[in-house]
């Protein structure tokens, strides 16, 4: 089991920036395919970026050329860089490790004003 920890968000006007990490524990991080969601109040947890062991990314069309995930695995962390946010960005963004174990993390509140 791999456990998760988030930490970075905050409140942010619109078009300002953010980074969030994902710090997890364990040896096997950089064999871990891991992934951001998030979770908007009334809503579905959705896919935000997710990239594999071998660096490769993938993004949800609402944060494509805003938003940049990144790993450090000598640093076991997952970051996600977090640009032109917009209020519809407010959520809990939570990490997750994808593949081949599953995990998430508790979530940390990313709040965008207008």
């Known amino acids: 089991q791999v456990q998760l920890v988030e930490s970075g968000g905050g409140l942010v006007q619109a078009g300002g920036s953010l980074r969030v990490s994902c710090a997890a524990s364990g040896s096997i991080f950089r064999l871990i395919d891991m992934a951001w969601y998030r979770q908007a109040p009334g809503k579905q947890r959705e896919l935000v970026a997710r990239i594999t062991r071998g660096g490769s990314t993938v993004y949800s069309d609402s944060v494509k050329g805003r938003f940049t995930i990144s790993r450090d695995n000598a640093k076991n962390t997952v970051y996600l860089q977090m640009n032109s946010l917009k209020p519809e960005d407010t959520a809990v963004y939570y990490c997750?490790?994808?593949?081949?174990?599953?995990?998430w993390g508790q979530g940390t509140q990313v709040t965008v004003s207008s």
């Open positions: 997750n490790a994808d593949y081949p174990i599953t995990s």
